[in-house]
C-alpha cells in the first residue's frame, strides 16, 4: 500500500529491543504524541513503531490511536522520515480530538525538525 505521495510506508518496528534502542534517542514531547528518534548510523530505510499506553483508555481507544498515527505517517509525513532513524510515535488522547490534518501537519514538522537539528521541540 503506498502513500498519497506515492511512496511506501516506512518498514515497521516490531521487536522489543527495537522500541527500547529508540528511548536512548532525541525525544520531543507534545500534545498528541512523543517522538523518540534514533539515528542508527546506517543507510538502510527508516522504521516507524508505534504504541500507546494503557493510560490513554482501553483496548479500542489504544487501537484507533494508533491507527490514526500509522495513516497520518502513511499519507503525509513517511517522506519526512530519514534513511537509517527509527523513529517511534508515543500516541495520546488528544490524538483522536484534533482534526487528522492537525495531526498529519504536526507529525511531519516534528519529524522534519528532529531529523534536521538532531534535537526535537
Do not use: C, W
Not at 528518534?37 to 479500542?60: E, I, Q, Y
Not at 517511534?88 to 487528522?100: C, E, Y
Request: a positive charge.
Amino acid at each position: 500500500m503506498s502513500g498519497r505521495n506515492g511512496q511506501n510506508p516506512p518498514e515497521t518496528m516490531k521487536r522489543r529491543r527495537e522500541f527500547l534502542a529508540a528511548r536512548r534517542g532525541v525525544k520531543g514531547r507534545g500534545p498528541y504524541f512523543l517522538l523518540e528518534m534514533l539515528d542508527r548510523k546506517d543507510d538502510l530505510p527508516p522504521r516507524a513503531g508505534f504504541t500507546v499506553t494503557r493510560r490513554s483508555g482501553n483496548a479500542v481507544i489504544r487501537n484507533r490511536i494508533r491507527r490514526r498515527l500509522k495513516e497520518a505517517l502513511r499519507i503525509h509525513a513517511a517522506d519526512a522520515m530519514a534513511p537509517g532513524h527509527d523513529y517511534v510515535f508515543v500516541g495520546r488522547p488528544d490524538s483522536l480530538a484534533v482534526d487528522f490534518e492537525t495531526l498529519a501537519r504536526e507529525m511531519k514538522r516534528r519529524i522534519s525538525r528532529t531529523g534536521r537539528h538532531g534535537t526535537a521541540t
